[in-house]
């Protein structure tokens, strides 16, 4: 998906909303075990009550790979009634990728031309030999880790060399030679509020996959405050505060609830930016 359709889906749907299809086979509703794919019957349901409100999805690959073979059809199946029944949505391989040239490429195979996804997130910390593979794809995005949501980030994130340039600002600036932001997005926490200034002063075109909104403690409003540019620029992911709004059989509609929630909220937002 090129950047200009994106954006068009979001001012279509007044909202820049990613749902994170985040199944965990202990957390979904007791009723959906009895289902020959308990996972995809679960994503299913929730797809179909969500896509009015979102542009996004983006299944999380630890979910479904600690099932094994299950949990891979369950997601291949996933993806696959995505792109057959809402072509509009914009599908993220959450899978944080990244290693030696050569099984990059590999990966990169595995996600965009077997799964056909329309992006993958992809860890820097190997270089540039280890993100481009994934590039060069027709319409297809790496989202890089740039300044995460976990309390971790720390660690490594914010140090400062000796001029104060911190890891995360040499990490989007060293970035920005391999790609443009048509094919490049960056990975931000929500949690990181003002931080998103900083961001953008060094990357102010690029779009931004925004977790954290929600069960993390994101604000919504600080995202939009700091991050949002004049196409919107931003991808924010809900998960657990959606897909698991319910633990009963309204589960389906309780996610479609909270997704409506949000997407008035964002389309709030985009109008006050003039986007829509």
């Keep these: 998906m090129k950047r200009l359709e994106l954006v068009e889906n979001i001012r279509k749907?007044?909202?820049f909303l990613c749902v994170g299809l985040d199944p965990d086979i202990k957390k979904i509703p007791e009723h959906l075990l009895n289902d020959e794919c308990p996972l995809f019957a679960f994503n299913k349901a929730i797809i179909d009550a969500t896509a009015p409100y979102t542009v996004a999805y983006k299944p999380n690959l630890a979910f479904y790979e600690s099932l094994g073979v299950e949990g891979w059809v369950a997601l291949e199946k996933t993806i696959e009634y995505i792109k057959t029944n809402y072509p509009d949505q914009f599908i993220i391989a959450d899978a944080k990728r990244g290693d030696i040239g050569n099984t990059s490429q590999l990966y990169a195979r595995s996600f965009f031309?077997?799964?056909?996804?329309?992006?993958?997130?992809v860890a820097?910390?190997?270089g540039e030999d280890s993100v481009t593979p994934f590039l060069g794809y027709d319409g297809k995005w790496v989202i890089l880790l740039a300044l995460t949501s976990n309390k971790g980030s720390h660690d490594f994130q914010l140090i400062a060399d000796n001029d104060g340039k911190r890891l995360f600002e040499h990490?989007?600036?060293t970035s920005a030679k391999w790609a443009s932001d048509e094919d490049m997005m960056y990975v931000v926490g929500a949690t990181q509020g003002e931080m998103f200034k900083d961001i953008r002063a060094v990357s102010p075109n690029s779009f931004l996959l925004v977790p954290g909104v929600g069960a993390q403690g994101g604000s919504l409003q600080d995202v939009a405050k700091y991050g949002m540019i004049d196409d919107c620029g931003l991808l924010?992911?809900?998960?657990?505060g959606i897909i698991y709004a319910s633990k009963g059989e309204d589960f389906a509609e309780a996610a479609g609830s909270e997704a409506k929630k949000l997407r008035d909220?964002?389309?709030?937002?985009?109008?006050?930016?003039?986007?829509i």
């Design 13 to 15: 749907k007044g909202s």
């Design 113 to 121: 031309e077997h799964l056909d996804v329309d992006a993958i997130t």
């Design 124 to 126: 820097p910390y190997m």
């Design 171 to 173: 990490v989007l600036e």
């Design 236 to 240: 924010v992911n809900s998960s657990r």
């Design 265 to 275: 909220e964002m389309s709030e937002l985009l109008k006050a930016r003039n986007i």
